[in-house]
Protein backbone atom coordinates (compact mmCIF):
# COMPACT_ATOMS: atom_id res chain seq x y z
CA UNK A 1 0.00 0.00 0.00
CA UNK A 2 1.26 3.44 -0.73
CA UNK A 3 0.11 6.52 1.31
CA UNK A 4 0.42 10.37 -0.01
CA UNK A 5 0.42 12.73 2.84
CA UNK A 6 -2.15 15.14 2.39
CA UNK A 7 -1.64 18.93 2.44
CA UNK A 8 -1.40 20.64 6.33
CA UNK A 9 -0.15 16.99 7.87
CA UNK A 10 3.42 17.17 9.54
CA UNK A 11 5.46 13.90 8.47
CA UNK A 12 5.45 12.77 12.04
CA UNK A 13 1.91 13.12 12.21
CA UNK A 14 1.45 10.69 8.81
CA UNK A 15 3.66 8.27 10.36
CA UNK A 16 1.33 7.86 13.45
CA UNK A 17 -1.65 7.60 11.24
CA UNK A 18 0.25 4.77 8.91
CA UNK A 19 1.29 2.90 11.95
CA UNK A 20 -2.13 2.90 12.84
CA UNK A 21 -3.45 1.65 9.56
CA UNK A 22 -0.51 -1.61 9.38
CA UNK A 23 -1.36 -2.28 13.59
CA UNK A 24 -4.77 -3.11 12.67
CA UNK A 25 -3.46 -5.53 10.14
CA UNK A 26 -1.42 -7.44 12.97
CA UNK A 27 -4.25 -9.73 13.86
CA UNK A 28 -4.27 -11.12 10.38
CA UNK A 29 -0.85 -12.42 10.74
CA UNK A 30 -0.74 -15.86 10.12
CA UNK A 31 2.80 -16.15 10.67
CA UNK A 32 5.01 -17.32 13.26
CA UNK A 33 7.00 -14.11 13.33
CA UNK A 34 4.33 -11.77 15.15
CA UNK A 35 3.84 -8.30 13.85
CA UNK A 36 1.61 -6.60 10.94
CA UNK A 37 1.66 -8.12 7.73
CA UNK A 38 2.48 -4.71 6.08
CA UNK A 39 5.90 -4.00 6.33
CA UNK A 40 7.55 -0.14 6.17
CA UNK A 41 9.77 -1.01 2.79
CA UNK A 42 13.37 -0.16 2.95
CA UNK A 43 12.47 2.67 0.69
CA UNK A 44 10.80 5.05 3.29
CA UNK A 45 14.50 4.80 5.33
CA UNK A 46 17.52 6.43 4.42
CA UNK A 47 20.19 4.56 2.73
CA UNK A 48 22.03 3.95 5.93
CA UNK A 49 18.36 2.33 7.09
CA UNK A 50 18.89 4.73 10.17
CA UNK A 51 15.88 6.70 9.90
CA UNK A 52 13.03 7.81 7.33
CA UNK A 53 13.07 10.19 4.62
CA UNK A 54 10.58 11.84 2.87
CA UNK A 55 9.91 9.37 -0.26
CA UNK A 56 8.21 10.70 -3.03
CA UNK A 57 6.59 9.16 -6.19
CA UNK A 58 6.08 9.61 -10.50
CA UNK A 59 3.52 7.49 -11.30
CA UNK A 60 2.61 7.27 -14.77
CA UNK A 61 -0.26 3.87 -14.61
CA UNK A 62 -0.61 1.12 -12.11
CA UNK A 63 2.41 -0.77 -13.10
CA UNK A 64 4.71 2.71 -14.52
CA UNK A 65 6.38 4.19 -11.59
CA UNK A 66 9.27 5.44 -9.80
CA UNK A 67 9.96 6.41 -6.23
CA UNK A 68 12.71 8.55 -5.66
CA UNK A 69 14.28 10.90 -2.98
CA UNK A 70 15.89 14.26 -3.74
CA UNK A 71 19.24 15.20 -1.83
CA UNK A 72 20.06 18.84 -1.02
CA UNK A 73 22.11 19.42 -4.14
CA UNK A 74 18.84 19.05 -6.49
CA UNK A 75 20.46 15.39 -7.03
CA UNK A 76 17.65 12.85 -7.38
CA UNK A 77 18.09 9.45 -5.89
CA UNK A 78 16.16 6.69 -7.62
CA UNK A 79 14.84 3.95 -5.02
CA UNK A 80 12.66 1.69 -6.72
CA UNK A 81 11.40 1.95 -10.28
CA UNK A 82 8.97 -0.23 -12.45
CA UNK A 83 10.18 -1.69 -15.76
CA UNK A 84 6.83 -1.95 -17.28
CA UNK A 85 7.07 -0.92 -21.12
CA UNK A 86 10.47 -1.47 -21.11
CA UNK A 87 11.57 -4.96 -20.95
CA UNK A 88 11.02 -5.90 -24.38
CA UNK A 89 13.87 -3.50 -25.41
CA UNK A 90 17.23 -4.30 -25.61
CA UNK A 91 19.36 -2.75 -23.79
CA UNK A 92 21.14 0.38 -25.51
CA UNK A 93 23.90 0.96 -23.78
CA UNK A 94 25.06 -2.21 -21.35
CA UNK A 95 25.85 -2.58 -17.76
CA UNK A 96 29.51 -2.91 -18.59
CA UNK A 97 29.14 1.00 -19.56
CA UNK A 98 32.08 2.90 -17.85
CA UNK A 99 29.55 6.20 -16.84
CA UNK A 100 26.90 4.05 -15.13
CA UNK A 101 27.31 3.81 -11.48
CA UNK A 102 26.07 1.15 -9.49
CA UNK A 103 22.35 0.91 -9.35
CA UNK A 104 20.09 -0.72 -6.45
CA UNK A 105 16.55 0.52 -7.47
CA UNK A 106 15.46 -3.38 -9.00
CA UNK A 107 16.09 -2.11 -12.79
CA UNK A 108 18.78 -1.87 -15.38
CA UNK A 109 21.17 1.16 -15.33
CA UNK A 110 19.67 2.75 -18.47
CA UNK A 111 15.80 1.86 -17.38
CA UNK A 112 16.56 3.71 -13.83
CA UNK A 113 18.16 6.75 -16.56
CA UNK A 114 14.78 6.97 -18.40
CA UNK A 115 12.90 7.32 -15.22
CA UNK A 116 15.86 10.17 -13.74
CA UNK A 117 14.93 12.16 -17.57
CA UNK A 118 11.47 12.08 -16.75
CA UNK A 119 11.47 12.94 -13.09
CA UNK A 120 14.13 15.99 -14.20
CA UNK A 121 11.85 16.89 -16.94
CA UNK A 122 8.64 17.09 -14.20
CA UNK A 123 10.55 19.02 -11.62
CA UNK A 124 12.30 21.41 -14.17
CA UNK A 125 8.48 22.26 -14.84
CA UNK A 126 8.36 20.32 -18.44
CA UNK A 127 6.72 16.97 -17.74
CA UNK A 128 5.67 16.12 -21.38
CA UNK A 129 8.83 17.42 -22.38
CA UNK A 130 11.20 15.22 -21.86
CA UNK A 131 14.72 15.17 -23.40
CA UNK A 132 16.00 11.68 -24.72
CA UNK A 133 19.61 12.85 -25.36
CA UNK A 134 22.02 11.83 -22.46
CA UNK A 135 23.23 8.93 -24.53
CA UNK A 136 24.52 8.36 -27.90
CA UNK A 137 23.07 4.95 -27.89
CA UNK A 138 19.82 6.32 -28.07
CA UNK A 139 20.08 7.34 -31.24
CA UNK A 140 20.71 4.20 -32.58
CA UNK A 141 17.83 1.24 -34.11
CA UNK A 142 15.41 0.42 -31.00
CA UNK A 143 15.78 -3.68 -30.91
CA UNK A 144 13.96 -6.30 -29.09
CA UNK A 145 14.55 -9.76 -28.91
CA UNK A 146 11.77 -11.85 -30.00
CA UNK A 147 11.97 -15.80 -29.50
CA UNK A 148 9.46 -18.13 -31.45
CA UNK A 149 8.69 -20.25 -28.22
CA UNK A 150 5.21 -21.00 -29.10
CA UNK A 151 2.87 -21.13 -32.68
CA UNK A 152 1.62 -17.56 -32.16
CA UNK A 153 4.99 -15.90 -32.08
CA UNK A 154 6.39 -18.08 -34.95
CA UNK A 155 2.94 -17.25 -37.08
CA UNK A 156 4.30 -13.91 -38.14
CA UNK A 157 6.84 -15.47 -40.28
CA UNK A 158 4.45 -17.74 -42.01
CA UNK A 159 5.05 -15.44 -45.16
CA UNK A 160 8.55 -15.24 -45.48
CA UNK A 161 8.85 -19.65 -44.63
CA UNK A 162 6.76 -19.94 -47.34
CA UNK A 163 8.64 -22.37 -49.80
CA UNK A 164 11.65 -22.35 -48.16
CA UNK A 165 13.73 -25.53 -47.30
CA UNK A 166 13.52 -26.33 -43.56
CA UNK A 167 16.70 -25.35 -42.72
CA UNK A 168 16.37 -22.05 -44.01
CA UNK A 169 13.51 -21.13 -42.35
CA UNK A 170 12.76 -19.10 -39.35
CA UNK A 171 11.92 -22.23 -36.65
CA UNK A 172 10.33 -22.92 -33.23
CA UNK A 173 12.31 -21.68 -30.70
CA UNK A 174 14.96 -20.10 -32.96
CA UNK A 175 16.20 -16.44 -31.49
CA UNK A 176 15.52 -13.00 -33.57
CA UNK A 177 15.67 -9.68 -33.00
CA UNK A 178 12.50 -7.36 -33.79
CA UNK A 179 12.38 -3.71 -34.60
CA UNK A 180 9.94 -0.65 -34.37
CA UNK A 181 9.00 0.59 -37.61
CA UNK A 182 8.10 4.39 -37.27
CA UNK A 183 4.43 5.51 -37.09
CA UNK A 184 3.22 6.75 -40.24
CA UNK A 185 2.59 10.33 -39.10
CA UNK A 186 6.34 10.43 -38.83
CA UNK A 187 7.16 9.40 -42.04
CA UNK A 188 5.53 12.56 -43.39
CA UNK A 189 8.44 14.50 -41.80
CA UNK A 190 11.08 13.02 -42.87
CA UNK A 191 12.09 15.55 -45.61
CA UNK A 192 11.67 18.43 -42.45
CA UNK A 193 8.25 19.35 -43.25
CA UNK A 194 4.61 17.54 -44.19
CA UNK A 195 4.09 15.37 -46.93
CA UNK A 196 1.35 12.97 -48.05
CA UNK A 197 -0.11 10.98 -45.72
CA UNK A 198 -1.11 7.60 -46.87
CA UNK A 199 -3.15 5.40 -44.03
CA UNK A 200 -3.43 2.19 -46.47
CA UNK A 201 0.78 2.43 -46.78
CA UNK A 202 1.71 -1.04 -45.69
CA UNK A 203 2.90 -1.78 -42.40
CA UNK A 204 6.68 -1.93 -41.53
CA UNK A 205 7.60 -5.55 -39.81
CA UNK A 206 10.91 -5.84 -39.61
CA UNK A 207 13.73 -8.70 -38.06
CA UNK A 208 17.02 -10.02 -38.38
CA UNK A 209 18.84 -12.76 -37.46
CA UNK A 210 19.91 -12.79 -33.63
CA UNK A 211 23.09 -10.87 -32.46
CA UNK A 212 24.51 -10.90 -29.02
CA UNK A 213 25.09 -7.08 -29.37
CA UNK A 214 21.93 -5.60 -31.52
CA UNK A 215 24.45 -2.32 -31.81
CA UNK A 216 25.95 -4.48 -34.49
CA UNK A 217 23.73 -5.96 -36.69
CA UNK A 218 24.75 -5.19 -40.36
CA UNK A 219 22.05 -2.73 -42.51
CA UNK A 220 21.46 -5.65 -44.79
CA UNK A 221 20.72 -8.22 -42.13
CA UNK A 222 17.44 -6.33 -41.58
CA UNK A 223 14.42 -7.69 -43.52
CA UNK A 224 10.75 -7.24 -44.05
CA UNK A 225 8.96 -10.54 -41.92
CA UNK A 226 6.10 -11.05 -44.75
CA UNK A 227 8.40 -10.18 -47.84
CA UNK A 228 11.91 -11.19 -46.58
CA UNK A 229 13.03 -7.86 -48.68
CA UNK A 230 15.61 -5.59 -47.12
CA UNK A 231 14.16 -2.43 -44.99
CA UNK A 232 16.23 0.40 -44.80
CA UNK A 233 17.30 2.10 -41.60
CA UNK A 234 15.14 5.00 -42.16
CA UNK A 235 12.29 3.27 -41.45
CA UNK A 236 12.76 2.55 -38.33
CA UNK A 237 12.32 3.65 -35.17
CA UNK A 238 15.42 4.98 -32.77
CA UNK A 239 15.14 4.26 -28.69
CA UNK A 240 14.89 7.85 -28.47
CA UNK A 241 11.57 7.40 -30.79
CA UNK A 242 10.04 4.32 -28.88
CA UNK A 243 10.74 5.88 -25.42
CA UNK A 244 9.18 9.34 -26.47
CA UNK A 245 5.57 8.53 -25.26
CA UNK A 246 6.59 6.14 -22.52
CA UNK A 247 5.74 8.94 -20.12
CA UNK A 248 2.56 9.61 -21.41
CA UNK A 249 1.04 6.26 -21.36
CA UNK A 250 -2.49 6.17 -20.45
CA UNK A 251 -4.27 4.82 -17.33
CA UNK A 252 -7.45 3.57 -19.06
CA UNK A 253 -8.48 1.82 -15.60
CA UNK A 254 -9.60 5.22 -14.49
CA UNK A 255 -11.20 8.79 -15.06
CA UNK A 256 -9.01 11.32 -15.76
CA UNK A 257 -6.03 9.08 -16.89
CA UNK A 258 -5.97 10.54 -20.39
CA UNK A 259 -2.06 10.15 -22.21
CA UNK A 260 -1.99 14.25 -21.47
CA UNK A 261 -4.23 14.22 -17.65
CA UNK A 262 -2.64 15.37 -14.77
CA UNK A 263 -3.77 14.96 -10.94
CA UNK A 264 -6.02 12.58 -9.10
CA UNK A 265 -7.88 9.92 -10.83
CA UNK A 266 -11.43 8.95 -10.41
CA UNK A 267 -12.62 5.26 -10.01
CA UNK A 268 -14.00 3.70 -13.35
CA UNK A 269 -16.94 1.54 -13.77
CA UNK A 270 -17.39 -1.38 -15.68
CA UNK A 271 -19.86 -3.22 -17.00
CA UNK A 272 -19.86 -6.26 -19.10
CA UNK A 273 -21.28 -6.21 -22.73
CA UNK A 274 -21.16 -9.77 -23.34
CA UNK A 275 -19.38 -12.66 -22.20
CA UNK A 276 -17.21 -14.57 -23.90
CA UNK A 277 -15.47 -17.83 -22.76
CA UNK A 278 -11.99 -18.12 -23.86
CA UNK A 279 -8.76 -20.63 -23.11
CA UNK A 280 -5.69 -20.01 -20.29
CA UNK A 281 -4.20 -18.87 -23.62
CA UNK A 282 -4.94 -15.23 -22.68
CA UNK A 283 -2.11 -15.15 -20.19
CA UNK A 284 -0.32 -14.81 -23.89
CA UNK A 285 -1.74 -11.44 -25.04
CA UNK A 286 1.10 -8.97 -23.38
CA UNK A 287 3.50 -11.17 -25.78
CA UNK A 288 0.60 -10.89 -28.71
CA UNK A 289 1.14 -7.21 -28.06
CA UNK A 290 4.86 -6.88 -27.86
CA UNK A 291 5.93 -9.07 -30.86
CA UNK A 292 2.65 -8.96 -33.34
CA UNK A 293 1.18 -12.06 -32.35
CA UNK A 294 -2.60 -12.94 -33.60
CA UNK A 295 -4.33 -12.86 -30.27
CA UNK A 296 -7.32 -14.67 -32.60
CA UNK A 297 -5.24 -17.80 -31.91
CA UNK A 298 -6.97 -18.12 -28.32
CA UNK A 299 -9.35 -21.34 -28.00
CA UNK A 300 -12.96 -19.54 -27.99
CA UNK A 301 -15.60 -21.91 -26.71
CA UNK A 302 -18.47 -20.35 -27.33
CA UNK A 303 -20.81 -17.47 -27.02
CA UNK A 304 -24.72 -17.23 -25.45
CA UNK A 305 -27.51 -16.49 -27.90
CA UNK A 306 -28.07 -13.53 -25.65
CA UNK A 307 -24.23 -12.41 -26.16
CA UNK A 308 -24.54 -12.84 -29.78
CA UNK A 309 -27.37 -10.64 -29.93
CA UNK A 310 -25.07 -8.07 -27.95
CA UNK A 311 -22.37 -8.40 -30.04
CA UNK A 312 -24.12 -7.82 -32.90
CA UNK A 313 -25.30 -4.21 -31.87
CA UNK A 314 -21.61 -3.48 -31.26
CA UNK A 315 -20.75 -4.38 -34.82
CA UNK A 316 -23.52 -2.62 -36.67
CA UNK A 317 -21.75 0.03 -34.97
CA UNK A 318 -18.87 1.07 -37.20
CA UNK A 319 -18.58 1.14 -41.30
CA UNK A 320 -18.20 -2.24 -42.91
CA UNK A 321 -15.74 -0.70 -45.13
CA UNK A 322 -13.66 0.04 -42.06
CA UNK A 323 -14.51 -3.28 -40.09
CA UNK A 324 -13.57 -5.32 -43.39
CA UNK A 325 -10.14 -3.60 -43.19
CA UNK A 326 -9.26 -4.07 -39.47
CA UNK A 327 -10.69 -7.66 -38.98
CA UNK A 328 -9.06 -8.88 -41.86
CA UNK A 329 -12.40 -10.72 -43.16
CA UNK A 330 -14.14 -11.07 -46.35
CA UNK A 331 -17.14 -8.86 -47.50
CA UNK A 332 -19.61 -11.98 -47.34
CA UNK A 333 -18.64 -12.81 -44.06
CA UNK A 334 -19.45 -9.49 -42.43
CA UNK A 335 -22.51 -10.18 -44.31
CA UNK A 336 -22.75 -13.41 -42.40
CA UNK A 337 -22.19 -11.84 -39.09
CA UNK A 338 -24.72 -8.60 -39.71
CA UNK A 339 -27.73 -10.91 -40.83
CA UNK A 340 -27.75 -12.94 -37.32
CA UNK A 341 -26.12 -16.24 -39.16
CA UNK A 342 -25.92 -18.65 -36.41
CA UNK A 343 -23.47 -20.87 -38.57
CA UNK A 344 -20.95 -18.26 -38.14
CA UNK A 345 -18.09 -19.84 -35.78
CA UNK A 346 -17.73 -18.34 -32.12
CA UNK A 347 -13.61 -17.67 -33.24
CA UNK A 348 -14.78 -15.70 -35.83
CA UNK A 349 -17.31 -13.91 -34.82
CA UNK A 350 -15.30 -12.92 -31.32
CA UNK A 351 -13.23 -11.26 -33.67
CA UNK A 352 -15.19 -9.28 -35.43
CA UNK A 353 -16.27 -8.51 -32.64
CA UNK A 354 -13.58 -7.09 -30.65
CA UNK A 355 -12.49 -5.86 -33.51
CA UNK A 356 -15.49 -3.77 -33.30
CA UNK A 357 -14.76 -2.50 -30.08
CA UNK A 358 -11.55 -1.33 -31.09
CA UNK A 359 -12.45 0.65 -33.94
CA UNK A 360 -14.69 2.69 -31.71
CA UNK A 361 -12.78 3.34 -29.17
CA UNK A 362 -10.28 4.67 -31.98
CA UNK A 363 -12.80 6.90 -32.97
CA UNK A 364 -13.49 8.33 -29.68
CA UNK A 365 -9.82 8.78 -28.94
CA UNK A 366 -9.15 10.58 -32.30
CA UNK A 367 -12.00 12.75 -31.61
CA UNK A 368 -10.93 13.31 -28.06
CA UNK A 369 -7.24 14.29 -29.69
CA UNK A 370 -8.81 16.40 -32.04
CA UNK A 371 -10.55 18.29 -29.14
CA UNK A 372 -7.64 18.51 -27.00
CA UNK A 373 -5.94 19.94 -30.43
CA UNK A 374 -7.95 22.81 -31.14
CA UNK A 375 -8.31 23.88 -27.75
CA UNK A 376 -4.66 23.92 -27.58
CA UNK A 377 -4.34 25.92 -31.17
CA UNK A 378 -6.88 28.56 -29.60
CA UNK A 379 -4.84 28.81 -26.62
CA UNK A 380 -1.68 29.31 -28.45
CA UNK A 381 -3.53 31.61 -31.31
CA UNK A 382 -5.03 34.02 -27.72
CA UNK A 383 -1.06 34.03 -27.03
CA UNK A 384 0.77 34.53 -30.19
CA UNK A 385 -2.23 35.27 -32.49
CA UNK A 386 -3.65 33.53 -35.26
CA UNK A 387 -1.64 34.77 -38.25
CA UNK A 388 1.65 34.13 -36.28
CA UNK A 389 0.19 30.48 -35.38
CA UNK A 390 -0.61 29.92 -38.88
CA UNK A 391 2.90 30.93 -40.25
CA UNK A 392 4.46 28.12 -37.63
CA UNK A 393 2.16 25.68 -38.92
CA UNK A 394 2.74 26.10 -42.55
CA UNK A 395 -1.08 26.17 -42.88
CA UNK A 396 -3.35 28.93 -44.67
CA UNK A 397 -4.93 31.49 -41.95
CA UNK A 398 -8.47 31.64 -43.57
CA UNK A 399 -8.24 27.61 -43.16
CA UNK A 400 -6.91 27.43 -39.51
CA UNK A 401 -9.63 29.71 -38.20
CA UNK A 402 -12.70 27.99 -39.84
CA UNK A 403 -11.29 24.89 -38.63
CA UNK A 404 -10.64 26.25 -34.70
CA UNK A 405 -14.56 27.98 -35.46
CA UNK A 406 -16.34 24.61 -35.91
CA UNK A 407 -13.75 22.35 -33.73
CA UNK A 408 -12.93 19.83 -37.04
CA UNK A 409 -9.23 19.96 -37.77
CA UNK A 410 -8.63 19.06 -41.45
CA UNK A 411 -5.55 15.98 -41.60
CA UNK A 412 -2.48 18.36 -42.53
CA UNK A 413 -3.53 20.71 -39.69
CA UNK A 414 -3.65 17.58 -37.30
CA UNK A 415 -0.91 16.37 -38.16
CA UNK A 416 1.16 19.41 -38.36
CA UNK A 417 -0.18 20.06 -34.68
CA UNK A 418 0.80 16.83 -33.17
CA UNK A 419 4.22 16.78 -34.50
CA UNK A 420 4.79 20.38 -33.31
CA UNK A 421 3.12 20.24 -30.09
CA UNK A 422 4.29 17.05 -28.92
CA UNK A 423 7.94 18.16 -30.78
CA UNK A 424 9.83 21.62 -30.53
CA UNK A 425 6.91 24.08 -30.82
CA UNK A 426 8.21 27.20 -29.44
Same mark, same amino acid.
Given at each position: MA??????????????????????F??????????????L?K????????????? %???A?????????????????????????GL???????????????????????????VW???????????????????????????T???????????R??????????????????????W %????????M????????? %?????????A????????R????????????????PAS???????????????????????????????Q??????????????????????????????????????????????????????????????????????V???????A???L?????????LQ????????????????????????G??????????????L????????????????T?????????
Amino acid at each position: MAFAMPEGIEPDDLMRRVDGVRDWFTPLNPYEEKGSILELEKQNLREDRKALEPL %FCFAVSAKRYALFNRRAGGEIVIRKASAHGLGHLSAPYGEDDPDAPPRASGVRPWQEDVWRAIITAALEGHPRAVHWDWHPDLQTIATSQHTASTPELLRPFRHLNADKPYVEQVRPFGFMLW %FHAKRREDMVWEDDGPGA %FDPRAPEVKAASPYYHDPRKVPPEAIFHRDTGEAVPASALRSYADVLRNYHRSPESKFIGGGAHDIGKLQRRHVFARTVVNIGKEADAFEDAEAFGADEDDVTVYGVSLPDRAAMLTEIRAVSVRDLKGAADVGHAMIGRVLSGDPSVAPRTLNRIYRTALELQVELEAARERERELCEWLRATAAVIGLPTLANKLGVDRSNLGKALANGRLSKAIALTTTHLRDGSFD
